[in-house]
C-alpha cells in the first residue's frame, strides 16, 4: 500500500469563467487559461480520476513533513491545471524511490497501476526498460522547448522519451552560519576549514561524491572511460588527483563520510555537522530548522576546475493502466506542466527547483537563493554527459561506489582504484 494517500479536491469552475486568485501563481495561472481558447475542448468532461504516484529520495522513512512537501508542491501544479480541466480529480501516492519500482510492478500487474508517475530521470529509464511506463509523446515544439542535455537524460537509444522533464533540482553546499561565516571557495579551503574544527559531512554515494571529482579535475577521465575510449596521460592523473584526495580527506579527524545525504541533513539540523552537501529540494526544511543561522551556497571549486554537482531531473511518466480518457488526460497534464507560465509561476513560488523550458528567463537579481540555484545549474552542465551515460540503475554506479569505500576507508590505495575504476567503467551494462 502506499505510504502516503491524499485527494486533491477544489470547486469545478466552468469551462470559459475566469477565476483570480491573489499572488504570482495565480496570476500566471489565469494568464496562460486566458491564453487558451476552448479551454476543454476535445477532452472528457464527466468526472475523471487521474491516480499519481510520487517517488521520494533515497530511503528516506515518508514523514509527515515530507509528504506535506510533496503533496502541497504538486497540488501547485495540478490547481492551474483544474482550471483548465475541473473535471479532473487527482490522487497522489508516496513511495520512497528505492521501492518504487517494486510497488509500480505489484499494481501494474493488478491492473492498479499509476496514470503518471513523478520520479527522477534515472528510475524513468528503469521503468521504461522493465515495461512499466509507456514511452512520453512530444511534439517538435515540445522537445525544442526543453535543454538538450535534459532531454539526453530521459532518451533510450532507440530515441524513445522515458519520461517528460518536469524540474530540476540542484545539488548544493548547505552550513550553520555560526560556524562556517563564509563558504569555502574551493576544496582546498573546505579541508583547512575541517583542520581548525569545522565538521564536514559527505555522502559516499557516488552521485553525491561526483562534485568533487570536477573539483579535482577527474571528469574527463570518467567520462573518456564511459564512453569506451582510454583516458590519456593527463586525464588519468587527474583521476588519481581526485582518488588520493578522497584518501586524504577521509583521514581529517573532522571529516566524516556516511552512506547517504539523508544522514548528513539529520546530522546538520542537530548540529553534528556544520558544512554539508545537499540536496535543494530539502532547502525549506534545514531553514525551518536553522533561521537565520541556515546558510547555502554552490559546492566548492578546485584551483584549476569547477565543481560537478549532479543535480538531480525530476519527470513525468505515463504508466501503462489507463483507459483511453486518463491517458489523454495524464498527457495533457504533462504537456501543460511543460508551458513557460506554469514553469516559472512553479520555480518562483518555491525557490528549491529550476524550470526546464529553455524559453523562459528567471529574475536572478530578486533572490540570492534563486541566483545560487542558477549558479549550480552551470556548475553541472560538465558532467551532463556522464549522467546521460552512467545512471542510478547502471550497476556500474555499485560497483564504482565499492571501489570509493574500499578506498576512503583504506583497503586499497589511490592506483589500485584507478585501474578498477577505469575497468569498472569501461565495461558494458
Given at each position: 500500500?502506499?505510504?502516503?494517500?491524499?485527494?486533491?479536491?477544489?470547486?469545478?469552475?466552468?469551462c470559459?469563467?475566469?477565476?483570480?486568485?491573489?499572488?504570482?501563481?495565480?496570476?500566471?495561472?489565469?494568464?496562460?487559461?486566458?491564453?487558451?481558447?476552448?479551454?476543454t475542448?476535445?477532452?472528457?468532461?464527466?468526472?475523471?480520476?487521474?491516480?499519481?504516484?510520487?517517488?521520494?529520495?533515497?530511503?528516506?522513512?515518508?514523514?509527515?513533513?515530507?509528504?506535506?512537501?510533496?503533496?502541497?508542491?504538486?497540488?501547485?501544479?495540478?490547481?492551474?491545471?483544474?482550471?483548465?480541466?475541473?473535471?479532473?480529480?487527482?490522487?497522489?501516492?508516496?513511495?520512497?524511490?528505492?521501492?518504487?519500482?517494486?510497488?509500480?510492478?505489484?499494481?501494474?500487474?493488478?491492473?492498479?497501476?499509476?496514470?503518471?508517475?513523478?520520479?527522477?530521470?534515472?528510475?524513468?529509464?528503469?521503468?521504461?526498460?522493465?515495461?512499466?511506463?509507456?514511452?512520453?509523446?512530444?511534439?517538435?515544439?515540445?522537445?525544442?522547448?526543453?535543454?538538450?542535455?535534459?532531454?539526453?537524460?530521459?532518451?533510450?537509444p532507440?530515441?524513445?522519451?522515458?519520461?517528460?522533464?518536469?524540474?530540476?533540482?540542484?545539488q548544493?553546499?548547505?552550513?550553520?552560519?555560526r560556524?562556517?561565516?563564509?563558504?569555502?571557495?574551493?576544496?582546498?579551503?573546505?579541508?583547512?576549514?575541517?583542520?581548525?574544527?569545522?565538521?564536514?559531512?559527505?555522502?559516499?554515494?557516488?552521485?553525491?561524491?561526483?562534485?568533487?571529482?570536477?573539483?579535482?579535475?577527474?571528469?574527463?577521465?570518467?567520462?573518456?572511460?564511459?564512453?569506451?575510449?582510454?583516458?590519456?596521460?593527463?586525464?588519468?592523473?587527474?583521476?588519481?588527483?581526485?582518488?588520493?584526495?578522497?584518501?586524504?580527506?577521509?583521514?581529517?579527524?573532522?571529516?566524516?563520510?556516511?552512506e547517504?545525504?539523508?544522514?548528513?541533513?539529520?546530522?546538520?539540523?542537530?548540529g553534528?555537522?556544520?558544512w554539508?552537501?545537499?540536496?535543494?529540494?530539502?532547502?525549506?526544511?534545514?531553514?525551518?530548522?536553522?533561521?537565520?543561522?541556515?546558510?547555502?551556497?554552490?559546492?566548492?571549486?578546485?584551483?584549476?576546475?569547477?565543481?560537478?554537482?549532479?543535480?538531480?531531473?525530476?519527470?513525468?511518466?505515463?504508466?501503462?493502466?489507463?483507459?483511453?480518457?486518463?491517458?489523454?488526460?495524464?498527457?495533457?497534464?504533462?504537456?501543460?506542466?511543460?508551458?513557460?507560465?506554469?514553469?516559472?509561476?512553479?520555480?518562483?513560488?518555491?525557490?528549491?527547483?529550476?524550470?526546464?523550458?529553455?524559453?523562459?528567463?528567471?529574475?536572478?537579481?530578486?533572490?540570492?537563493?534563486?541566483?545560487?540555484?542558477?549558479?549550480?545549474?552551470?556548475?553541472?552542465?560538465?558532467?551532463?554527459?556522464?549522467?546521460?551515460?552512467?545512471?542510478?540503475?547502471?550497476?556500474?554506479?555499485?560497483?564504482?561506489?565499492?571501489?570509493?569505500?574500499?578506498?576512503?576507508?583504506?583497503?586499497?590505495?589511490?592506483?589500485?582504484?584507478l585501474?578498477?575504476?577505469?575497468?569498472?567503467?569501461?565495461?558494458?551494462?
Amino acid at each position: 500500500m502506499p505510504v502516503s494517500a491524499v485527494r486533491l479536491r477544489q470547486r469545478p469552475v466552468a469551462c470559459g469563467t475566469r477565476r483570480w486568485r491573489r499572488g504570482l501563481g495565480g496570476l500566471l495561472a489565469s494568464v496562460a487559461l486566458l491564453g487558451l481558447s476552448g479551454c476543454t475542448q476535445g477532452f472528457p468532461q464527466r468526472p475523471l480520476v487521474l491516480y499519481v504516484a510520487v517517488s521520494t529520495p533515497g530511503e528516506e522513512p515518508i514523514t509527515r513533513e515530507l509528504s506535506y512537501t510533496f503533496q502541497s508542491r504538486f497540488q501547485q501544479l495540478v490547481q492551474g491545471f483544474r482550471r483548465l480541466h475541473p473535471n479532473v480529480r487527482v490522487q497522489v501516492s508516496l513511495y520512497p524511490e528505492e521501492q518504487l519500482q517494486r510497488q509500480i510492478r505489484r499494481r501494474t500487474r493488478s491492473g492498479l497501476g499509476p496514470d503518471l508517475i513523478v520520479t527522477s530521470a534515472n528510475l524513468s529509464s528503469a521503468l521504461l526498460a522493465a515495461g512499466l511506463t509507456q514511452p512520453m509523446p512530444l511534439d517538435r515544439a515540445e522537445t525544442e522547448a526543453i535543454d538538450r542535455s535534459l532531454l539526453r537524460r530521459v532518451a533510450t537509444p532507440e530515441g524513445r522519451l522515458a519520461a517528460l522533464p518536469l524540474v530540476l533540482n540542484a545539488q548544493l553546499a548547505c552550513f550553520d552560519r555560526r560556524r562556517v561565516p563564509q563558504p569555502p571557495a574551493d576544496v582546498r579551503q573546505l579541508l583547512q576549514l575541517s583542520s581548525e574544527g569545522v565538521r564536514v559531512g559527505m555522502a559516499l554515494q557516488l552521485r553525491s561524491l561526483v562534485w568533487t571529482a570536477g573539483s579535482l579535475g577527474a571528469v574527463p577521465a570518467l567520462q573518456a572511460a564511459a564512453q569506451g575510449r582510454a583516458p590519456d596521460a593527463a586525464q588519468r592523473q587527474g583521476l588519481l588527483n581526485w582518488l588520493r584526495w578522497l584518501q586524504s580527506a577521509n583521514v581529517q579527524k573532522d571529516v566524516t563520510f556516511m552512506e547517504e545525504e539523508a544522514t548528513l541533513r539529520e546530522g546538520l539540523r542537530r548540529g553534528r555537522f556544520d558544512w554539508i552537501s545537499c540536496g535543494s529540494s530539502n532547502l525549506p526544511v534545514l531553514q525551518r530548522a536553522l533561521g537565520d543561522n541556515f546558510g547555502v551556497s554552490t559546492l566548492p571549486d578546485g584551483e584549476t576546475s569547477r565543481a560537478t554537482p549532479v543535480n538531480p531531473l525530476r519527470v513525468l511518466a505515463l504508466g501503462r493502466n489507463s483507459s483511453g480518457e486518463q491517458r489523454q488526460m495524464a498527457i495533457a497534464l504533462s504537456r501543460y506542466s511543460l508551458r513557460p507560465l506554469v514553469q516559472r509561476s512553479f520555480t518562483l513560488e518555491n525557490l528549491v527547483f529550476l524550470p526546464v523550458n529553455r524559453r523562459l528567463s528567471l529574475p536572478v537579481q530578486s533572490s540570492r537563493q534563486l541566483a545560487t540555484l542558477v549558479a549550480a545549474r552551470r556548475q553541472g552542465e560538465a558532467v551532463g554527459d556522464l549522467l546521460a551515460r552512467l545512471h542510478s540503475a547502471d550497476p556500474r554506479v555499485v560497483q564504482l561506489e565499492q571501489v570509493i569505500v574500499a578506498l576512503v576507508f583504506g583497503v586499497i590505495e589511490p592506483e589500485q582504484a584507478l585501474q578498477d575504476s577505469l575497468r569498472i567503467l569501461g565495461g558494458r551494462r
